[in-house]
């Protein structure tokens, strides 16, 4: 393995008693000296930098048993000890780092206070704002001893008694603004796409100056924001723009189309025996299920190359992905590329289906589709350029979880299930249970606990509402293909990918069983849906421009459209350097964030009362998101009130409930997490059941990455590290260097 792959890995490996001491007596030293020096100073600023760094030291010493007892007690939790990683080792790495970046601001603070250009005001600011973080990371540290002590020995979760209502009514609340103001990011490795977005933030002119007001916009949307905001926030990957990024920096794939399979019954042979595979209909009845097939390679048998030369034989091994984005969001498009390095890299055929998202589909719909297209391609698979000898199932997050449990579902139909499952960052458990890294949602710039609380509940539990009008419009069961009409498809795609898929390199096939178009020789360009794509491109612009994501300001006036939706351009258009498009990639996901975090303003509309309030340079009333920004802050323990919700023990919903039995019949599976990563207890424990019944599992956890960090894989050179590690793992559960020869 290459040497940034292993720092990657083995960079988590906790600091020493000594080490941690030693920053702590460092810590102590500089706010101890810093402190006596602005004693003196009886100006307002030099009175709170003395307060802060008092406060500073007083935090720190309040944290330090703390530490060391949750530190006595976390080897309890790993999966080995080769692989020493779960929440509240990651509360303590993260904790080292806030020292560290209080140490840094110390040192600062001290080299410059004599000079004469000693930004008092500025830096006043940033101690304080070091001050609150180390001080709520007291407070979190208050929670994790509390659910030591809820816990059995060696489960991450909490028993089932407790509650996370009670956690804060215990322990109280923790103060969250701190993580997402001046100190945004902190935890992150400087090199991944999040750090280099905080920086872009942090750069504006709108928040250069306030970036208090950017925490509590940040908290507000968390808390306030409905599902189609989550939506359209995980969306900002499908843009045009980052839609064109896989063909410029990614490997050339030769085929990457787009396949609708059509909603007919389905029956695969199984030792003699014939099992039908349920077609799926719950909640928005039968409808197509689009998959995508990406190749490096053209190899015979695949669709569309009846009448091709020079084809490639299949290959052995068949990759079957479901994509992430909390069951709301994204599709294959948007993990489209990393998944051509894949391709390149393990050189199979990729098929990854496009899945159903809620809450226009909620479960079980997805792990329905999900079930049946791998049955599909287990029948169909020298459509897709594979002998099928190993298919090998990956996802990550939502798409893991559906891939967990389609397995589940296969062992108990009796189909042979897939040869080996990889799954990354993925939520075992779609349930509130108080677990350490669940924790961690409360500084997660990608993934706040308001936003995954409303997937998982637009998945798990949707509103009754929803359901009622989801019934209504449901087609019967017993409908033919036939049936089917474009208007269906429409829908179809309402529900998925709001962003066109208009690459030259992509087609689009509709198969019947008997491949009838494949015979004639019939393949329908995407190109022929102009008016289907305007509808989808429409509905994006409209959801974020009720979001205030229309636009940006450049530094120099210039106004920059922002998910402004082109049409397809060709070769000819891309006259300018990699580097600049990456740059303006940059700029333009900087615009995102700046943009949906500072369109409104403050203090202008108030919980309970009617929308009667203007602004001062107009007479229009606030819009929906503008409300939402300035929604005053909820108390934690309302707003899980709000997202409490029953989730039953479902296996198929929550892996993390499947009997011991199931779990000895599961392939070998390969689970990766990171150390910031919300879902990492649930990977740890799910790990260590398949380890407790034998299976062969291991456990692969990442330093510095965020949830999601195969999205940036492309901008980032730790993700795209981060992406050849799980290329490692899946290389070794395809084995096809291992499999008996041709005959």
């Known amino acids: 393995m290459t040497e940034p792959l292993e720092t990657l890995c083995n960079e988590n490996k906790a600091a020493s008693t000594n080490e941690k001491d030693t920053s702590r007596n460092v810590l102590k030293d500089l706010c101890r000296n810093n402190a006596e020096y602005f004693s003196k100073d009886s100006s307002e600023n030099g009175q709170r930098l003395y307060i802060s760094f008092l406060a500073m030291s007083d935090a720190v010493d309040s944290m330090w048993p703390k530490m060391l007892n949750i530190e006595k007690c976390a080897s309890d939790f790993d999966f080995d000890e080769e692989t020493p990683g779960n929440g509240y080792r990651s509360y303590l790495n993260v904790i080292n780092l806030a020292i560290q970046l209080a140490i840094d601001l110390n040192n600062k603070v001290l080299l410059k206070r004599d000079s004469v250009l000693f930004r008092k005001n500025t830096l ?329 609380m409303r997937c998982l509940r637009a998945y798990a539990f949707p509103s009754k509402k929803l359901n009622q009008n989801l019934s209504s419009g449901n087609t019967s069961d017993t409908e033919s293909f036939e049936e089917i009409s474009e208007s269906d498809l429409l829908e179809l795609q309402a529900h998925k990918s709001p962003v066109s898929d208009t690459s030259d390199t992509l087609t689009y096939g509709s198969l019947t069983s008997n491949t009838e178009e494949e015979n004639n020789g019939k393949v329908k360009d995407l190109n022929d849906s102009e008016a289907d794509v305007e509808k989808r491109q429409k509905y994006v612009s409209d959801l974020l421009e009720k979001y205030v994501l229309d636009s940006d300001t450049e530094t120099d006036g210039t106004k920059i459209s922002v998910l402004k939706q082109e049409g397809p351009s060709s070769s000819t258009a891309f006259d300018y350097s990699l580097h600049n498009r990456v740059s303006s990639i940059l700029t333009n996901l900087k615009g995102h964030f700046t943009n949906l975090l500072g369109k409104a303003h403050t203090n202008r509309y108030y919980m309970g009362m009617p929308t009667l309030n203007f602004f001062q340079k107009g007479e229009r009333g606030l819009t929906g998101a503008e409300r939402i920004l300035d929604l005053d802050v909820e108390s934690q323990s309302r707003m899980l009130d709000k997202f409490s919700f029953p989730v039953p023990k479902d296996p198929y919903l929550s892996p993390i409930f499947a009997s011991d039995e199931d779990l000895r019949r599961f392939p070998p599976v390969r689970v990766l997490s990171v150390h910031l990563d919300p879902c990492l207890d649930d990977c740890v424990m799910f790990a260590r059941r398949l380890k407790h019944v034998n299976n062969n599992v291991k456990l692969c956890i990442l330093n510095g990455l965020p949830h999601g960090f195969l999205n940036f894989s492309l901008l980032s050179k730790e993700a795209y590290e981060g992406s050849k590690v799980c290329i490692a793992n899946i290389k070794e559960l395809l084995n096809l260097e291992h499999l008996p020869p041709l005959q």
């Open 124 to 452: 006043t600011k940033d101690v304080e704002s070091s001050s609150h973080l180390l001080t709520s990371l007291n407070g979190c540290l208050i929670h994790l001893e509390t659910l030591l002590t809820w816990s059995d020995k060696g489960n991450l979760f909490a028993t089932e008694e407790h509650t996370p209502e009670e956690l804060l009514t215990t322990c109280g609340e923790i103060n969250q603004h701190c993580f997402y103001g001046r100190n945004l990011g902190f935890q992150l490795v400087q090199g991944s796409i999040i750090s280099k977005a905080t920086n872009s933030v942090m750069s504006t002119t709108k928040y250069i100056t306030d970036p208090e007001q950017r925490a509590r916009r940040i908290v507000n949307i968390s808390q306030n924001a409905e599902v189609d905001f989550c939506k359209a926030f995980w969306f900002l990957s499908e843009t045009e723009l980052m839609n064109q990024l896989p063909s410029i920096v990614s490997p050339s794939v030769a085929v990457s189309k787009v396949i609708n399979l059509p909603p007919e019954p389905l029956s695969i042979i199984v030792d003699g025996k014939e099992i039908e595979v349920p077609v799926p209909s719950s909640h928005i009845g039968r409808k197509p299920i689009q998959v995508r097939l990406i190749s490096h390679k053209i190899r015979s048998g695949m669709l569309g190359t009846k009448n091709k030369d020079q084809l490639e034989p299949p290959s052995r091994g068949l990759l079957f992905h479901c994509h992430g984005g909390g069951f709301v969001a994204q599709s294959s498009k948007s993990h489209e590329g990393y998944l051509r390095d894949w391709a390149r890299d393990l050189d199979v055929p990729i098929l990854c289906v496009d899945y159903s998202l809620a809450p226009e589909a909620p479960y079980p719909r997805a792990l329905e589709e999900v079930t049946y297209a791998y049955c599909w391609a287990k029948k169909n698979h020298l459509l897709l350029g594979s002998t099928g000898e190993s298919i090998v199932g990956a996802g990550d997050s939502a798409g893991a979880n559906l891939l967990l449990s389609m397995t589940l579902k296969c062992l108990h139909m009796n189909i042979p299930p897939l040869h080996g499952v990889f799954v990354a960052y993925v939520p075992t458990g779609i349930h509130v249970i108080p677990s350490p890294a669940r924790l961690l949602c409360m500084m997660d710039p990608l993934l706040p606990f308001g936003f995954m």
